[in-house]
């Protein structure tokens, strides 16, 4: 992927720049989770599993930090996407 | 850091960002917002970020006609291009009972006589607003189409940008300690990058703000508690206002890209700071919803997540300052609502600071903190 053009999508389900992200780190939003919820990348159908460690390598970039070093944000569930209907039928115990 | 300030606010979500921007248009310097985590990170990040107006006592329909009336030019006064995405597109609030119905035909002629055009809709005319909507046991719903909701982030982020503009030092990762006090007067607040001595605090730490009181030995009569909410996959569009229901206890909203968010309150939750989600949640919500917007049971889930409610005794705000301190302002205990009173809560809190005459005049002694011990409340109907 090509981290030197602006107009790089680098999530794709949410359709976020490059230039988007960087904009957003130059305005002092630098962890994970403040990127995600203003710029939206990462929220999408694929919940960041395409774009999170892009993400993690432009902050990095951007901070010139090691990417080892960016804040992680949590991974909320579902892993897998569910349908209502069927939540709505199926009642398990937490346990 | 700055190691000294007229005013330390504490909490970086939407009430303390809004403060300090109020602060600044009054001719306030030296302020320090201090924030534990990131801003927005709190409840501001996590809510449904639903906006209504209404309601049924004239304090609460005072505060959220006032807010959305700011909200509606908020994004041009703070200079914030990429706009706050308020979206008006109504609240939806089905009744399912005799007793709903009194009280909301109530609520509905108060809410008109502070010009809020809100219809009374009959079953057969809830169609029109709600296609999917179930008619099974509907009595019929109220509608105002000119609530909605916006981005909890870029609201957050435009007040703390504007804020930063006019001088305001936004201090995240700083954790407020305690305090070092003098009699009834807090000098100065500890934190883990330093003291910062001051004039006076603001305590807009939401969820937590309990636990700053007791620094300053305040015990507020607040709890918070888990709430919990999930986003589905965009779906084709459904239905357009949030849908909150009383007798079910869910609100929901189908989002402009098509994703639905919804969330219910649990009434076996216990009171603490638990932020974890569960499945139990996910199959409450999914069959509540579903038995009144069928057709949303396709939509598949993607993400779920939780927040913390800093809960009243009213379930109203509490504003002003406690009689045992004199500079700790409170801006607290909202209870589930405070993102959409934001506005004029934050004016508010700055009027007290600068000693103005308050927007709501009658703030100043129905929203303090001593209104607990006259025995007076907040009586609002409705509320979930
Ligand atoms: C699931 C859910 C749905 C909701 N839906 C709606 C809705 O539709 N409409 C609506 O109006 N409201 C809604 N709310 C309520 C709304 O989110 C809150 O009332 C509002 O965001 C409160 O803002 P705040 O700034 O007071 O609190 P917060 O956003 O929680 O900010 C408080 C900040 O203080 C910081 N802090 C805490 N302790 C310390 C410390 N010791 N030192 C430094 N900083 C500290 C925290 O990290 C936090 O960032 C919802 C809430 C939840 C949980």
Redesign the interface.
Known sequence: MNLKDDNTIVCRCADVTLGEIKEAIR?G?T?L??IK??TRAG???C?GKTCRNLLLQIIANELHISPTDVELSRL???SV?????L??K???N?N | MKTKAAVVVIGGGVIGTAIAYELTLRGVRDIVLVEKN????GAT?RCGAGVRQQWGTEMNLRLSIGSVKRYETLAEELDYPHGIEFSQTGYFMPVYTEKQRQQFEKNVSLQRKFGLDVQYLQPEECRSIVPIVSLDGLLGATYYDKDGYLSP??TT?AYA?AAKRNGVCIEKNTEVLGFTMEKETIRSVKTNRGDISCDCVVNAAGGWSQEIAQMAHVTLPLFSERHQILV???IEPLFRPMVMSFTHGFYTQQEPNGAILMGVGDPHEPKGYNMD????F??TV??L???VLPA??????????SGLYNISPDKAPILGLPKEVNNMFLAVGFSGHGFMVAPMVSEMIAQMITNEELSIPEARTQLDLGRYDRGERIVEPSVV
């Open positions: 305005k939003y962890t989770d403040e919820r203003l929220m999408g159908q919940q909320r569930p579902p996407t569910i349908p209502l209907e939540l709505a199926e009642d398990a937490e | 990131t801003l927005f990170s990040a982030f870029h982020a940008e589905t996959e965009p989600h569960s499945y139990h996910l199959h999914a069959s919803v579903t038995s949303v049971g396709k939509a598949r889930v993607v993400r779920q997540w």
